[in-house]
T-cell receptor, first 117, second 112 residues
Framework: DAGVTQSPTHLIKTRGQQVTLRCSPI?????VSWYQQVLGQGPQFIFQ???????GRGNFPDRFSARQFPNYSSELNVNALLLGDSALYLC????????????????FGEGSRLTVL | AQRVTQPEKLLSVFKGAPVELKCNYS??????LFWYVQYSRQRLQLLLR??SRESIKGFTADLNKGETSFHLKKPFAQEEDSAMYYC??????????????FGQGTILTVHP
């Protein structure tokens, strides 16, 4: 198993543009979360999706949106990019059964590094 | 609001010395706390969780509700312990269900 995979690994955008980041969870995992990690800080929670529904949302503006597909992969969209959106965007997945329910163990991808110029 | 504080951005010790990475939290409910680690060129991964009361790679962490702390300790540090360590708090309910709140992280360097 390749683990959580994210694409693209690096990308450069200009202010005002839109970006879509993609994530494939570990096979069998039904929950996907997105985190933003700005240089020098810990990851910050953006969204959690489970069974294609949004289950949690962090303190991010409406420019940030996400969705989860029937195969449990996910996309994060950011519109009207600002310089401050430059960050590493991490996707994480977890299993969800009686044993794993809300244990807090997330399996992270390597991230998509977004630079906004 | 829940918060996790790691007061030390950098921590340096020599091989064989004890190490303690500090973590303090604020949370109104019953906390579930974790330590995540990121080794050089690797992805972020779980090191240990307080509910398991386990020792992983020689590390232990005890939840102290009175002091709202969850410090990570190892009696004899090894060079391979050099990494970035994050303390994290799980939100178990509400609109942020499943959210992990991370501290800013501590870079541990173990010198030979």
């Amino acid at each position: 198993d390749a683990g959580v995979t994210q694409s693209p690994t690096h990308l450069i955008k200009t202010r005002g543009q839109q970006v879509t980041l993609r994530c494939s969870p570990i096979s069998g995992h039904k929950s996907v979360s997105w985190y933003q990690q700005v240089l020098g800080q810990g990851p910050q929670f953006i969204f959690q999706y489970y069974e294609k529904e949004e289950r949690g949302r962090g303190n991010f503006p409406d420019r940030f949106s996400a969705r989860q597909f029937p195969n449990y992969s996910s996309e994060l969209n950011v519109n009207a990019l600002l310089l401050g959106d430059s960050a590493l965007y991490l996707c994480a997945s977890k299993g969800w059964d009686r044993r794993d329910s809300n244990t807090g163990e997330l399996f992270f991808g390597e991230g998509s590094r977004l630079t906004v110029l | 609001a829940q918060r996790v504080t790691q007061p030390e951005k950098l921590l340096s010790v020599f091989k064989g010395a004890p190490v303690e990475l500090k973590c303090n939290y604020s949370y109104s409910g019953s906390p579930e706390l974790f330590w995540y680690v990121q080794y050089s060129r690797q992805r972020l991964q779980l090191l240990l969780r307080h509910i398991s009361r386990e020792s992983i790679k020689g590390f232990t962490a005890d939840l102290n509700k009175g002091e709202t702390s969850f410090h990570l300790k190892k009696p004899f540090a090894q060079e391979e312990d050099s990494a970035m360590y994050y303390c994290a708090l799980l939100n178990a309910g509400g609109t942020s269900y499943g959210k992990l709140t991370f501290g800013q992280g501590t870079i541990l360097t173990v010198h030979p």
